[in-house]
């Protein structure tokens, strides 16, 4: 067997994997039908994986690959908020489009357990939430924030996956009331500094009102009122 051929046959018993999980999320899966949807024999899955357990270890690596690998080639607006918004949306779209994947990546739930791979989209929204508590967008600490994130993140994408099919109300209605509750916009009150942050993030999410230069001058101008609000 060559080199390109091992590749392609690790790759489709992966993905053979992935797919028998996927149409039985939470149940055992066998062994000899993933070889069967292959065309490979036993010696030839324990080969490269070892064992089931090794199998089931190299799915979830390979899934939180795909996973990093599309997060990566998104184009980062410029703005943190914005971006963890694009971040939501990609995340639900990958576990819509990779099911068998995403329910071990996510799915599979040990007490005290995660898997290594996981920490690799985890540090890259931590990295997200840290730029926008420095830029003084948050209401609450970077770590916190990345909780609620991720935490209602992968509870809607779950969902939709048992629901079968997408649904965009229910993933931005969730995805918005995060956000307003990490960046404080959540309750408009009197005081000047829930209202910055208020228009802060609405001319974030719609940069296409004022122009993206306009935007970044209009959110830096507001931060500076409200640092001199809080020196009053």
Not at 40 to 59: C, D, N, R
Not at 67 to 89: C, F, H, N, T
Not at 93 to 110: A, D, I, S, W
Request: hydrophobic share 40%; aromatic share 6%; charged share 20%.
């Amino acid at each position: 067997m060559t080199e390109d051929g091992s590749i392609d046959t690790r790759s489709r018993l992966l993905n053979a994997a992935a797919d028998l999980i996927a149409a039985a999320p939470g149940e055992d899966f066998s062994l000899r039908a993933v070889c069967d949807v292959v065309g490979v024999k036993m010696p030839t899955l324990y080969h490269f994986f070892g064992s089931k357990q090794g199998l089931i270890e190299a799915v979830i690596e390979h899934g939180f690959d795909m996973y990093v690998s599309a997060k990566s080639s998104s184009e980062s607006s410029g703005d943190p908020i914005q971006y963890l918004r694009m971040g939501w949306d990609a995340h639900v779209v990958f576990g819509l489009e990779n099911p068998g994947f995403y329910t071990l990546m996510y799915g599979k739930v040990r007490p005290g357990y995660s898997p290594e791979a996981q920490s690799r989209p985890s540090e890259m929204l931590r990295s997200l939430t840290s730029r926008a508590e420095s830029e003084g967008r948050l209401v609450v600490d970077h770590e916190q924030a990345a909780a609620h994130i991720l935490a209602t993140n992968i509870g809607v994408t779950l969902r939709l996956i048992i629901q079968g099919r997408d649904d965009p109300e229910l993933s931005a209605g969730v995805r918005e009331g995060v956000l307003a509750a990490i960046t404080g916009t959540g309750q408009i009150g009197d005081d000047g500094k829930r209202l910055g942050h208020s228009i802060i993030e609405f001319a974030a999410a719609h940069p296409e009102v004022l122009g993206t230069n306009e935007t970044q001058l209009l959110i830096q101008w507001i931060g500076r009122l409200g640092e001199g609000e809080g020196r009053r």
